[in-house]
């Protein structure tokens, strides 16, 4: 069995897909779903925004793939292909949800009179990263999927699209380059290498445990009865796929009855629980009013749509549903905040509490997130991997009025604290540094995590990355920050011999060139990467 889900691992798309096509193989089948499952449900619930239905979306593309089969065993990859599948399928589900369709009216209309200013942000890219992808050609589609999505390097981008590395390298930035501007014409101003980095760091996020093995059943029984009976047999499948789940919760329950003191435990907080959403029904009908409130508000806007072209900044009548809207969203907030924390229960242990942080993160909770790392924390002083985590949701996620760089750093130094080689919160504290102006101590970061006794188990790249890509950001605090220009192109130089596809260092080491009137090989630079 190893043997077989081996050389199952290593085929190709193109392989495994053939594979499946003539000779109907399930293992062939499974392994393109966990290949991709990953890709295609973070694609849907960024468009659909709800996880039921990304993973109905996901399901749909995988079921339609297997329809397929016969049809695409020609191409080199199927990311682009099950990209464009499941944005055609989302856009379906989206036009479907009546509700989700007023919910875009409304925000279309707050947005003309509630204005904000344009974040580079990945909240910002989301909404508009697979209508982005959905503008690109197929071929350049297919390359920044492998290369940012699946996160392969540059080699093995080109040896899947059947071109050299330089080839690969030449598209990917091209792409990059075109999302870009996609993203610039939607007011979101952000420069190609922090898109790609941006990209890499949040566009896939696991899919729910279990998803890819149901979508295999699912799937490989709706190709059974490839054309005639293709919509038919999807649905039994999805139904069939519903049933399982029943029966895999049934056994889980079952077993979970086992330990006699997990039971008491569990009564004791199903007790809690139920007291605390007897508590919630009142504010439950007080959320459903503002809910009406806010509702009646937006329709009130609406209906002066036309004529706001030609009211006057300071028309009373807009200023006056300005506010009141804004009341009622912030009531609406404050009362989704309270429900939100009357729903969890209090957890036996400082661990529990971060592992239910991470769960809220995976659902963008991010409040929730806080409030059991606060517990974690307060459990366990000692815990380095909570403070890590905070330190993540103060810099990225919370509002800067309740997060921040310098409550981020100030988590960092605590978790380096605790453990002092740890790269993931030495690498964001340096990155961090220059955000708050504290460009040597930034460089210091850089120099223990570059000289230091730093652990890289964690990271994901290996050793040889994460230090080019040390080297090539201090090199970029040298440059932009300190104006030392021969520290910068010997760290550009470092960069580069360790990896020498790393984005945008030849350009940047050229400029530094250039700068101080070397200009032979600024060209030279420039010419291995062109200068924007």
Request: neutral net charge; contains cysteine.
């Amino acid at each position: 069995m190893a043997g077989t889900i081996q050389r199952v691992n290593d085929q190709t798309d193109q392989q495994l897909l053939r594979d499946y096509a003539e000779r109907q193989s399930e293992a062939a089948f499974a392994a393109v779903v966990q290949r991709y499952v990953d890709l295609v449900y973070s694609a849907a619930f960024r468009m659909v925004c709800d996880a039921h239905a990304a993973k109905d979306v996901t399901q749909g593309v995988f079921i339609t793939l297997a329809q397929n089969a016969r049809q695409l065993t020609d191409r080199p990859a199927l990311a682009g292909w099950l990209h464009g599948t499941a944005r055609n399928l989302a856009v379906k589900t989206i036009r479907s949800d009546v509700r989700r369709r007023a919910r875009e009216q409304e925000a279309a209309v707050m947005n003309e009179i509630l204005s904000a200013h344009p974040d580079a942000s990945w909240e910002h890219i989301a909404p508009h990263l697979d209508d982005a992808l959905g503008e690109l050609s197929e071929p350049d589609r297919d390359a920044v999927l492998l290369r940012y999505f699946k996160n392969h390097d540059l080699r093995t981008v080109g040896a899947t699209l059947g071109i050299s590395e330089d080839a690969a390298q030449k598209r990917v930035s091209r792409a990059v380059e075109r999302l870009r501007e996609f993203f610039a014409k939607r007011g979101v101003t952000i420069g190609a290498s922090a898109l790609a980095v941006v990209i890499s760091a949040n566009a896939v996020q696991a899919a729910p445990v279990g998803l890819a093995l149901t979508i295999s059943t699912a799937a490989a029984l709706a190709g059974t009865t490839l054309a005639t009976t293709a919509t038919v047999t999807a649905t039994k499948a999805i139904a069939m796929t519903a049933l399982q789940k029943t029966i895999v919760t049934a056994t889980i329950a079952v077993l979970a009855g086992a330990g006699i003191y997990e039971a008491r435990q569990a009564s004791q907080l199903g007790d809690k629980v139920q007291m605390l959403l007897q508590q919630q029904a009142p504010l439950l009908e007080q959320v459903e009013q503002l809910r009406q409130a806010l509702t009646d508000a937006t329709n009130r806007v609406a209906g002066l749509s036309d004529e706001l072209v030609s009211a006057k900044k300071n028309n009373p009548e807009l200023l006056k549903l300005r506010g009141e809207v804004g009341v009622l969203r912030a009531q609406l907030a404050d009362a989704n905040n309270i429900k939100s924390q009357l729903k969890q229960p209090p957890l036996a242990s400082a661990r529990a509490y971060y592992d239910r942080a991470g769960t809220h993160y995976i659902n963008h909770d991010y409040e929730a997130q806080l409030e059991d790392l606060d517990k974690a924390i307060e459990l366990d002083p000692n815990m380095a991997e909570a403070y890590f985590m905070r330190g993540n949701l103060y810099a990225s996620n919370l509002p800067k009025h309740r997060g921040g760089y310098e409550k981020a750093i100030a988590d960092y130094t605590r978790c380096l604290a605790i453990k002092p080689n740890d790269a993931g919160a030495r690498w964001n504290r340096a990155m961090h540094y220059p955000d708050i102006r504290r460009y040597d101590e930034a460089i210091a970061d850089w120099a223990i995590y570059i000289e230091g006794d730093t652990d890289f188990s964690l990271q994901g790249e290996g050793k040889t990355k994460s230090l080019a890509g040390a080297y090539f950001y201090r090199a970029r605090v040298y440059q932009q920050n300190k104006k030392d220009y021969p520290k910068a192109i010997a760290d550009y130089t470092a960069a580069l011999e360790l990896n020498p596809s790393i984005e945008s260092a030849h350009r940047q080491r050229g400029k530094c060139y250039e700068l101080i009137g070397e200009m032979d090989k600024a060209q030279q630079d420039f010419a291995i990467e062109p200068k924007n």
